[in-house]
Every structure is written in structure tokens, then in C-alpha cells.
């Protein structure tokens, strides 16, 4: 498991997608999988999720995308220990348990995405999870921001035990956090 997060416009999906084409090409007959989590909810996000399509669509290795905005781990079975596959975006997942799902109990948000990250795991080769730094070292005052930053927070620190490798981006830079540099 490889987790990869940063700011808003870092570089954190560029990133993952290049990183897992060079482990696809390393490790021969890997097929690359794309979990989009991303909805179309305004005309920003559908320019953004269009950019990312174009650009997988575009690249030397072909990707499958899987649009899966929640649940995700009803589509674990569809993969094997052949494939690698990236989640985009984790801060997404939990948006979308929180508003679109419109849970509201902290605990079962945290419980439903550990639960979609341990399925696919289990289920893969490398597992990239790509995720949000949204605020980072900046307590907020409202409840439903500090209900949100709990949450990822908790979410963040689940997966980072449990990842090989975790990286921060910082303006296009990545910075190894644990494991090796891949």
C-alpha cells in the first residue's frame, strides 16, 4: 500500500499515475486501475474529472477507470494481485459518505472507507490511495469542518500505519514520509 497526499493542485495524482505505470512496467502483466471517486457536481469538478480521463486516455499503458463514488468495496472482486490500482481521492470517499450518503455519525463514515481500503487491499497488488492535506495544522471553528478534519485525520492515520510507503507532495516534489523512495 502506497499512500500519497498534499495540498489542493500538488501534484498528488500526477504523481500516483506516474508511479503506478513505472510499477506496472517493472512488474510485467499488471493491469492499472483507476478508482475515480469524483462526481461531477458542479462545472469545475466535470472540467477536472474530464482533464483526468483525457490524460489516462492519452497515456503510453492503458488504465481502466472504475467510477465508484462510495461502496467501493463492492468492486474488490473484480481485481487480483496482478492488478494495481489507484484510488482518487480518499478526501473525496469521505465527502461523499458525508453528503451524498448524508451520514452523520463520525464513527460509521471512518468504519464504511476503512472497510472500502481493506477490501481492495486485500484484493490487489500495489494499492495506491491518493488523499488531501485540506487543512492542515489549521483548527476551524465550525463543527461540521472540525467533524470533517477528525474524520480524515483518524482515516489518514489508519492507512499510513498500515501502508509500505507514504509520501507528502509539495508543489510537484514528492517527500518519502515512510518505506523507501519508489
Not at 468495496?73 to 459518505?97: G, H, M, P, R
Not at 507514504?166 to 514520509?177: G, M, R, T
Amino acid at each position: 500500500m502506497i499512500f500519497i497526499t498534499g495540498g489542493v493542485r500538488s501534484g498528488k495524482s500526477s504523481y500516483a499515475e506516474a508511479l503506478a505505470e513505472r510499477l506496472s512496467e517493472h512488474h510485467k502483466q499488471r493491469k492499472l486501475h483507476y478508482i475515480a471517486c469524483g462526481v461531477a457536481s458542479d462545472p469545475e469538478m466535470h472540467v477536472r474529472i474530464k482533464k483526468h480521463q483525457k490524460k489516462r486516455a492519452n497515456a503510453t499503458l492503458e488504465w481502466e477507470t472504475w467510477e465508484q463514488p462510495y461502496n467501493l468495496y463492492k468492486i474488490a472482486d473484480e481485481f487480483s494481485n496482478k492488478d494495481i490500482l489507484v484510488l482518487d481521492c480518499l478526501t473525496t470517499l469521505v465527502n461523499n459518505y458525508l453528503f451524498q450518503l448524508q451520514m452523520t455519525d463520525e464513527n460509521e463514515v471512518i468504519s464504511h472507507v476503512l472497510q472500502d481500503i481493506d477490501h481492495l487491499s486485500v484484493m490487489c497488488g500495489p494499492f495506491i490511495i491518493v488523499s488531501n492535506e485540506v487543512f492542515q495544522g489549521m483548527p476551524h471553528s465550525d463543527s461540521l469542518t472540525l467533524k470533517y478534519q477528525k474524520i480524515l485525520g483518524t482515516i489518514h492515520q489508519h492507512i499510513v500505519k498500515k501502508a509500505d510507503h507514504a509520501y507528502l507532495i509539495e508543489s510537484d516534489i514528492p517527500i518519502c514520509k515512510k518505506g523507501a523512495i519508489l
